[in-house]
């Protein structure tokens, strides 16, 4: 690789670094073996994370940003411990969002999927596929994804269908898949298929409520005797009970009244029969828990096919289940009579509007509810009783849930193992048949007879009747069926002698969204345990979501959306900024207020390491690159203490990122990882280098140069897991002695010399820091110029600091005129200085012939002038009425202003007694 460290750094140089990555096959855990950089024998010493397969259709946007980013991290920090890493990449084939997206292109030129026919859809979907892949996959390449690509997987691949093909006869041949029919999430918009539950989602929306009035049977009124819409359909009725409904035009499929024995007025009409207005039909009123007695009038008209509570109410009371709706929400006319075909919102208005004409609508009032809507296509979702493929999910929920209470599988952060298992206890039979096309086809096959045959193999004849006139089930299954073999079908499963099966699974870390927890975790978790046995990961880690700098969820139609987009974001800033970004604001399950301003001070943070490795790099000179030939390493007898310190606090800084990362902690430990380089390395170590560097005085130049580049070595691999691209350039520019390995991303991370921390040095030089602080304070305080070395006095007291050993570095850091630098016990404060008093130290700085005294007492009297008059004029307005009538954070305002003025007052009523 190309190394060229001219000018500042710009991200155009990430894809030349990528690009040496994949030539050196660096990704790949076989090139770690064939390295010798792992021991293949050492199972504790593998490491396997599996991309969450993102939509094959979709592009890159924040959500991908911060997985790939937290992932890569994990991936690139175990690589140079040493372990062989394998970080598994892939996509989803994503069946209704890929349809949905290829439906929509074919409709632009004219073609209509159901007039191209399955076949060809799926060639067309395919032909899709094929050209959009590749895009997902190169904008993950530009994050600095660290995966095998030699390994990719998407779930419609031959290997990963022969995998859920497996899946599927296993579980139905233990009974745990079955078909039935049931009530489920239907989708009439551009699905129009069965969802999940997950995938159907709650919405607050304003609506109605419509109360009506249902005749009752008695001995006066048998039923109508006239036409529905002749405005006398009810005509003689004497007796009526009333419902309230949010859904009128389901009443054409009710075949119940429910109410409560208990309740003032409907409970005496328990066991009596009603007329369901329209249809004329005869219908039961019974009383049921479900309902709630506060609800609208306390009976509830019951249309067990078209929703959940009704539809248990139906099943426990053996009530007919009538399918008013087909499959585009449109009334069946066998049910329908005059409102046959129309869609569900027309039919509703014309049996308002009818049930007004028959004096049976006896108000309508607003009414806020909640309605579930399409994640993919946001139609409102119908509730429909309908024959579909189910996944038995209590047992394998059971099963998951003890996996995460035994510990073998923890989830971060705690809460959220608290919600997977109230999830877990609560779970309903998983709904894995879609009426789709794209996606796996439901291996079962039916005969003339209606048996079913499901086996490895197509099957020829059926395996109950030998008839061999089959035709396979329509449906597809639910995409998560497929994503929830994931951790094992793309290491090889179901040949559990594959080698990568062998080596990686179970394997380490998934990190996903908290917000696909149960659509996918627990999947994977169930599906895992029932078919290999063990658990699929031992970590389950879960980030937020990323929003914007106002907690508000990132969408396409905010403004200024483009400042969001990574794309444009790696563009400008580089794709190390972006993941810095990221990572240094990840804490499990906890959302990230993503405030644009972050990217510059990482891109500061970034130009830091790259012109401070610069600093150190200008400073080696011919032969500097064999330093540890002459013999002139690390050798401790000739280490100063600033050296000493410099030391003792890397040591200390890898064990504590160390420890950070091994818990998950990424915000603390980029924070640390940024605090000591800039913080300690940069502003303190180095300037206190350059004395030695520069002056002749100083004979020794190895020492510092070695700690410099020894320092810098161990920064640069522990910053590469969040900043891989420029890392590895500054690195690769390193001398070759300091380097182990071809390359930064196949080094090892720092080891931790304990014999190099030194506990009381660090205190020691806290307290030199904190002086040379207080100087330079002092100094900007009484408007000392920088170009002016100014006299100190020292009294240590009773510490330990070595001042005089650290004069040269003192003096050049607070300018200091090293001539008039003292260090004594019991030192007699001379007249017009600053005074510093701090862990015991007492320091003071002589200002006369400093500074222009006489002006610089008018400009303090003057200050002191203008602070009393602020003074005044708050005391004056809290002695008013203002106090009384104002608003009370007002009041406190004001407080809290006139107390930190009178602080000021103080501290400038102190400096001009310094100054008399």
Same mark, same amino acid.
């Given at each position: ?17 990528y ?7 660096y ?7 064939s ?36 992932e ?47 076949k ?5 979907v ?5 050209e959009y892949?590749?895009r997902i &996959? ?30 599927f ?13 049931y ?15 997950l ?18 049977i ?11 819409g ?7 009725? &004497? ?10 035009? !389901?009443?054409?499929?009710?075949t119940?009244i429910? &109410? ?6 409907y ?25 709630d ?13 078209h ?7 139906g099943?426990?009371?053996?009530l007919?289940? %009538? ?12 049910y ?15 049996i308002?509007n ?27 979702v119908?509730p ?14 059971a099963?998951?849930m ?7 599988t ?5 809460? #959220?193992e ?8 609560? %779970? ?10 794209w ?9 003339? #007879? ?8 197509d ?5 109950i009747?030998g008839?061999?006139k089959?035709k396979q ?5 639910? &995409? ?6 994931w ?11 594959a ?9 380490n ?16 978790m169930?599906l ?25 969820k ?49 891109k ?19 032969g ?9 390493g690390?050798a401790?007898?000739r ?30 430990? !980029? ?17 206190? !280098?350059?004395?030695?560097l ?7 130049k ?9 320092v810098i070595?161990a920064?640069?691999t ?6 891989p691209?420029? !890392? ?6 390193l001398?070759?002695? %300091? ?13 931790v ?5 030194d506990?009381?040095l660090?205190?020691?030089?806290? %307290? ?38 650290l004069?040269?570095e003192?003096?050049?850091?607070a ?20 005074r ?8 003071y ?14 400009r ?20 008013s009425?203002f ?9 406190q305002?004001?407080?809290?202003k006139?107390a ?5 007052l103080?501290?400038?009523?102190? #400096? ?5």
């Amino acid at each position: 690789m190309k190394i060229d460290l001219d000018g500042p750094y710009t991200p155009d140089r990430e894809n030349e670094v990528y690009q040496f990555w994949e030539e050196g096959g660096y990704f790949n855990p076989d090139t770690q073996v064939s390295l010798g950089l792992v021991d293949h024998g050492d199972v504790e010493g593998r490491f396997c994370l599996t991309l969450p397969p993102p939509n094959v259709t979709g592009a890159l946007h924040l959500g991908h940003a911060i997985t790939i980013a937290i992932e890569d991290f994990m991936a690139r920090y175990n690589r140079l411990l040493g372990k062989e890493t394998l970080f598994l990449p892939g996509s989803d084939h994503a069946g209704i969002a890929t349809q949905n997206v290829v439906e929509r292109e074919l409709l632009k030129k004219g073609i209509k999927r159901k007039e191209l026919g399955r076949k060809k859809f799926i060639e067309k979907v395919w032909e899709w596929k094929h050209e959009y892949h590749a895009r997902i &996959t190169e904008q993950s390449k530009r994050l600095g994804m660290s995966s095998d690509w030699s390994r990719e997987r998407f779930t419609l691949d031959d290997q990963l269908s022969d995998a859920v093909r497996q899946a599927f006869v296993s579980l139905y041949k233990k009974g745990l898949i079955y078909r039935g029919t049931y009530m489920v999430n239907w989708c009439p918009g551009r699905c129009e298929s069965a969802i999940s539950d997950l995938e159907a989602i709650p919405r607050e929306q304003q609506g109605n409520l419509w109360y009506i009035k249902y005749p009752l049977i008695n001995e006066d009124w048998k039923g109508p005797e006239n036409e529905w819409g002749s405005g006398r359909w009810a005509e003689g009725a &004497t007796e009526f009970i009333e419902v309230a409904t949010t859904r009128p035009e !389901t009443l054409l499929g009710d075949t119940g009244i429910a &109410t409560t024995e208990n309740h003032e007025i409907y409970g005496k009409l328990v066991g009596r029969e009603a007329i369901l207005p329209v249809l004329g039909r005869q219908i039961p009123i019974f009383s049921d828990p479900h309902v709630d007695p506060e609800f609208g009038t306390g009976a509830v008209k019951v249309t067990p096919a078209h929703d959940p509570n009704d539809y248990e109410m139906g099943r426990d009371h053996d009530l007919e289940f %009538i399918n008013v709706l087909d499959e585009n929400a449109r009334m069946v006319p066998e049910y329908a009579g005059k409102y046959a075909n129309m869609d569900r919102y027309e039919c509703r208005e014309a049996i308002v509007n009818d049930l007004d004409e028959e004096g049976l609508l006896i108000k309508i009032e607003p009414h806020v509810h909640s309605v579930a809507r399409c994640q993919r296509c946001d139609t409102i979702v119908e509730p429909r009783v309908s024959m579909q493929w189910f996944v038995k999910a209590k047992p394998l929920a059971a099963a998951a849930m003890e996996k995460v209470r035994a510990g073998i599988t923890t989830i971060l952060p705690d809460r #959220e193992e608290k919600r997977f298992f109230h999830w877990m206890e609560n %779970i309903r039979d998983w709904c894995i048949s879609r009426q789709l096309w794209w996606g796996h086809r439901i291996p079962v096959w039916y005969c003339e #007879e209606g048996h079913q045959t499901c086996e490895l193999d197509d099957p020829i004849t059926c395996a109950i009747c030998g008839n061999g006139k089959l035709k396979q089930d329509e449906d597809v299954l639910d &995409t998560w069926f497929s994503s929830g073999l994931w951790p094992f079908s793309t290491l090889g499963w179901p040949d559990e002698t594959a080698s990568d099966f062998n080596r990686f699974y179970p394997t380490n870390v998934r990190e996903t969204g908290y917000d696909i927890l149960f659509f996918w975790v627990a999947r994977e978790m169930m599906l895992g345990i029932e078919l290999t046995g063990h658990a699929p990961y031992e970590i389950v880690y879960m980030h937020g979501i990323v929003r914007n700098e106002k907690g508000k969820k990132i969408s396409k139609s905010m403004e200024n959306i483009e400042q969001y987009d990574p794309l444009n974001i790696i563009t400008k800033y580089g794709a190390d900024v972006l993941r810095y970004t990221l990572v240094s604001n990840a804490v499990p399950g906890r959302d990230i207020n993503l405030d644009p301003r972050q990217f510059e001070a990482a891109k500061r943070l970034c130009n830091k390491i790259w012109n401070s490795t610069k600093f150190v790099l200008s400073q080696l000179g011919e032969g500097d690159d064999q330093l540890p030939r002459k013999g002139e390493g690390l050798a401790k007898e000739r280490l100063l203490q600033v050296d000493r310190w410099i030391l003792s606090r890397l040591n200390r800084i890898i064990k504590e990122i160390t420890s950070y990362i091994e818990k998950f902690d990424f915000l603390n430990a !980029t924070r640390e990882m940024k605090n000591f380089f800039w913080g300690e390395f940069c502003d303190w170590y180095i300037e206190a !280098t350059k004395i030695r560097l520069y002056d002749e005085v100083y004979g020794d130049k190895t020492t510092p140069k070695v700690v410099l580049l020894h320092v810098i070595n161990a920064c640069l691999t522990m910053f590469h897991p969040v900043m891989p691209y420029l !890392t590895e350039i500054l690195w690769q520019s390193l001398p070759g002695f %300091i380097k182990k390995a071809p390359a930064l991303i196949i080094a090892n991370w720092p080891d931790v010399d304990e014999s190099m921390i030194d506990e009381n040095l660090e205190e020691n030089f806290t %307290i030199i820091m904190d002086l040379i602080r207080e100087i330079r304070r002092l100094r900007k305080k009484f408007n000392v110029p920088l170009s002016k070395e100014i006299p100190l006095m020292l009294d240590p007291g009773q510490l330990e600091p070595d001042f005089e050993a650290l004069k040269d570095e003192i003096c050049t850091l607070a300018k200091i005129n090293p001539a008039e630098f003292q260090v004594k016990k019991t030192i007699e404060p001379p007249k017009r200085s600053g005074r510093i008093v701090m862990h015991g130290v007492s320091a003071y700085l002589p200002l006369e012939g400093l500074i222009d005294l006489d002006a610089e007492r008018e400009r303090i009297s003057k200050q002191i002038d203008k602070i009393r008059g602020y003074i005044e004029k708050s005391t004056r307005k809290l002695d008013s009425p203002f106090s009384e009538k104002a608003d009370p954070e007002i009041v406190q305002k004001e407080r809290e202003k006139l107390a930190s003025n009178q602080e000021k007052l103080k501290q400038l009523e102190e #400096e001009l007694e310094i100054l008399k």
